[in-house]
């Protein structure tokens, strides 16, 4: 069973940056897609960014685009998402997810909540002054 254990949360300032961290264990991260969810308070879960391991290929959302980067060190089995340019408005709990079906990164041009099986516990990320 895949199990995803996320770190690198904290408080920074706007215009900051921070890099999270995704460690999978359980099983390789190999031909499946990889991503990273946010949630808010009192908004709906929202998909970020997700990778296909087949090919490395990304996608990322709109309100994330040029500001965040997924990546994997495969020998690490870790998944990362560094963000720079911080906003108030990034303020959330940030989910490493994980799914077998990597043709759901991206599916009818976005990334669901109800496509990825595996969640980890998620990561708070503050971004104020």
């Known amino acids: 069973q895949l199990q995803l254990v996320e770190s690198g949360g904290g408080l920074v300032q706007p215009g900051g940056s921070l890099r999270l961290s995704c460690v999978a264990s359980g099983a390789f991260l190999d031909d499946v897609a990889i991503g990273w969810f946010r949630q808010a308070p009192g908004k709906e879960r929202e998909g970020l960014s997700c990778m296909r391991t087949t090919d490395d290929n990304t996608y990322y959302s709109d309100a994330v685009k040029g500001r965040f980067t997924i990546s994997r060190d495969k020998a690490k089995n870790t998944v990362y998402l560094q963000m720079n340019s911080l906003k108030p408005e990034d303020t959330a709990i940030y989910y490493c997810?994980?799914?077998?079906?990597?043709?759901?990164?991206?599916?009818?041009?976005?990334?669901?909540?109800?496509?990825?099986?595996?969640w980890g516990q998620g990561t708070q990320v503050t971004v104020s002054s």
């Open positions: 997810v994980a799914t077998t079906i990597w043709e759901n990164c991206p599916r009818l041009g976005g990334i669901s909540r109800y496509d990825y099986k595996y």
